[in-house]
Protein backbone atom coordinates (compact mmCIF):
# COMPACT_ATOMS: atom_id res chain seq x y z
CA UNK A 1 0.00 0.00 0.00
CA UNK A 2 1.69 3.39 -0.91
CA UNK A 3 2.02 6.58 1.78
CA UNK A 4 -0.79 8.26 0.35
CA UNK A 5 -3.62 4.89 0.70
CA UNK A 6 -1.85 4.60 4.32
CA UNK A 7 -2.64 8.22 4.89
CA UNK A 8 -5.89 8.26 3.88
CA UNK A 9 -6.60 5.55 6.11
CA UNK A 10 -4.83 6.68 8.75
CA UNK A 11 -6.53 10.06 8.81
CA UNK A 12 -10.11 8.40 9.01
CA UNK A 13 -9.27 6.36 12.18
CA UNK A 14 -7.79 9.86 13.41
CA UNK A 15 -11.05 11.38 12.93
CA UNK A 16 -13.18 8.13 14.27
CA UNK A 17 -10.94 8.74 17.44
CA UNK A 18 -11.22 12.66 17.32
CA UNK A 19 -7.71 13.29 17.63
CA UNK A 20 -7.27 16.80 16.53
CA UNK A 21 -3.42 17.29 16.55
CA UNK A 22 -2.83 13.60 14.64
CA UNK A 23 -5.31 15.21 11.92
CA UNK A 24 -3.29 17.67 11.48
CA UNK A 25 -0.49 16.48 10.90
CA UNK A 26 -1.85 13.94 8.56
CA UNK A 27 -3.86 16.20 6.42
CA UNK A 28 -0.77 18.05 6.00
CA UNK A 29 0.99 15.40 4.67
CA UNK A 30 -1.91 14.52 2.66
CA UNK A 31 -1.45 18.26 1.09
CA UNK A 32 2.53 17.58 0.17
CA UNK A 33 1.40 14.35 -1.75
CA UNK A 34 -1.21 15.99 -3.50
CA UNK A 35 0.41 19.11 -4.78
CA UNK A 36 3.46 16.54 -6.15
CA UNK A 37 1.20 14.50 -7.75
CA UNK A 38 -0.29 17.20 -9.27
CA UNK A 39 2.49 19.52 -9.85
CA UNK A 40 3.31 19.94 -13.79
CA UNK A 41 5.43 16.99 -14.60
CA UNK A 42 4.31 15.47 -11.79
CA UNK A 43 3.23 11.50 -11.86
CA UNK A 44 -0.16 9.94 -10.94
CA UNK A 45 1.37 7.59 -8.22
CA UNK A 46 4.61 8.97 -6.37
CA UNK A 47 7.94 6.35 -5.71
CA UNK A 48 8.66 5.69 -2.84
CA UNK A 49 12.13 7.74 -3.76
CA UNK A 50 9.90 11.33 -3.81
CA UNK A 51 7.32 10.29 -0.64
CA UNK A 52 10.53 10.15 1.30
CA UNK A 53 11.76 12.89 0.83
CA UNK A 54 8.58 15.00 0.98
CA UNK A 55 8.93 13.11 4.79
CA UNK A 56 12.23 14.66 5.17
CA UNK A 57 11.00 18.27 3.91
CA UNK A 58 8.37 17.93 6.50
CA UNK A 59 10.14 16.62 9.78
CA UNK A 60 12.87 19.17 8.71
CA UNK A 61 10.74 22.26 8.41
CA UNK A 62 8.77 20.77 11.97
CA UNK A 63 12.29 20.98 13.61
CA UNK A 64 13.55 24.13 12.56
CA UNK A 65 10.06 25.52 13.65
CA UNK A 66 9.80 23.66 16.77
CA UNK A 67 13.79 25.59 17.18
CA UNK A 68 12.57 28.87 16.43
CA UNK A 69 9.69 29.01 18.67
CA UNK A 70 11.57 27.02 22.00
CA UNK A 71 14.05 30.67 21.74
CA UNK A 72 10.99 32.71 21.80
CA UNK A 73 9.26 31.49 24.40
CA UNK A 74 6.45 29.60 22.49
CA UNK A 75 6.10 26.38 24.41
CA UNK A 76 2.74 26.12 22.80
CA UNK A 77 3.68 26.27 19.23
CA UNK A 78 6.53 24.07 20.00
CA UNK A 79 4.71 21.54 21.29
CA UNK A 80 2.26 21.51 18.05
CA UNK A 81 5.43 21.48 15.96
CA UNK A 82 6.91 18.52 17.53
CA UNK A 83 3.86 16.09 17.86
CA UNK A 84 3.31 16.87 14.20
CA UNK A 85 7.14 15.88 13.96
CA UNK A 86 6.23 12.71 15.53
CA UNK A 87 3.31 11.74 13.91
CA UNK A 88 5.10 12.73 10.39
CA UNK A 89 8.16 10.25 11.77
CA UNK A 90 5.66 7.57 11.73
CA UNK A 91 5.95 7.17 8.08
CA UNK A 92 9.56 7.54 7.69
CA UNK A 93 12.34 4.87 7.94
CA UNK A 94 14.00 4.25 11.51
CA UNK A 95 17.00 6.86 12.49
CA UNK A 96 20.36 5.54 12.38
CA UNK A 97 21.94 6.21 15.83
CA UNK A 98 25.41 8.33 15.83
CA UNK A 99 26.99 4.90 15.73
CA UNK A 100 25.64 3.69 13.04
CA UNK A 101 26.03 6.17 11.35
CA UNK A 102 29.67 6.39 11.92
CA UNK A 103 29.91 2.60 11.07
CA UNK A 104 28.17 3.47 7.50
CA UNK A 105 30.44 6.43 6.62
CA UNK A 106 33.61 4.86 7.20
CA UNK A 107 32.25 1.58 4.93
CA UNK A 108 31.20 4.61 2.21
CA UNK A 109 34.84 6.45 2.97
CA UNK A 110 36.70 2.62 2.60
CA UNK A 111 34.33 2.28 -0.62
CA UNK A 112 35.06 5.59 -2.47
CA UNK A 113 38.82 5.80 -1.19
CA UNK A 114 38.21 8.72 0.61
CA UNK A 115 41.45 9.81 2.89
CA UNK A 116 41.54 13.61 3.23
CA UNK A 117 39.14 16.58 3.50
CA UNK A 118 39.47 16.99 0.03
CA UNK A 119 37.60 14.27 -0.64
CA UNK A 120 34.39 15.39 0.91
CA UNK A 121 32.43 15.93 -2.00
CA UNK A 122 32.59 11.91 -2.86
CA UNK A 123 31.67 10.79 0.33
CA UNK A 124 29.16 13.07 0.61
CA UNK A 125 27.41 12.77 -2.55
CA UNK A 126 27.30 8.53 -2.00
CA UNK A 127 26.40 9.16 1.75
CA UNK A 128 23.41 11.73 1.33
CA UNK A 129 21.92 9.03 -1.30
CA UNK A 130 22.37 6.07 1.26
CA UNK A 131 21.27 7.02 4.36
CA UNK A 132 18.54 9.71 3.26
CA UNK A 133 15.61 9.92 5.49
CA UNK A 134 17.71 7.73 7.86
CA UNK A 135 20.00 10.01 8.88
CA UNK A 136 19.87 14.17 9.17
CA UNK A 137 21.67 16.41 6.33
CA UNK A 138 23.85 17.99 9.18
CA UNK A 139 24.38 14.90 11.17
CA UNK A 140 25.96 13.53 8.06
CA UNK A 141 27.90 16.48 7.52
CA UNK A 142 29.13 16.98 10.68
CA UNK A 143 30.07 13.24 10.79
CA UNK A 144 32.02 13.08 7.71
CA UNK A 145 34.46 16.27 8.43
CA UNK A 146 35.07 15.13 11.53
CA UNK A 147 36.01 11.73 10.13
CA UNK A 148 38.41 13.01 7.35
CA UNK A 149 39.88 15.97 9.62
Known amino acids: MGLKKTIEADIKQAMLAKEKDVLQALRAIKSLILLAETEKGGQE ?3 ADVELKLLTKAAKQRRESAEIYAKQGRADLEAV ?15 L ?16 GATSAADLGKVMGTATKELAGMADGKVISAKVKELLA
Open 81 to 95: ELKELEVIERYMPKQ
Open 45 to 47: ELS
Open 97 to 112: SDEEIVAKLKEIMTRV
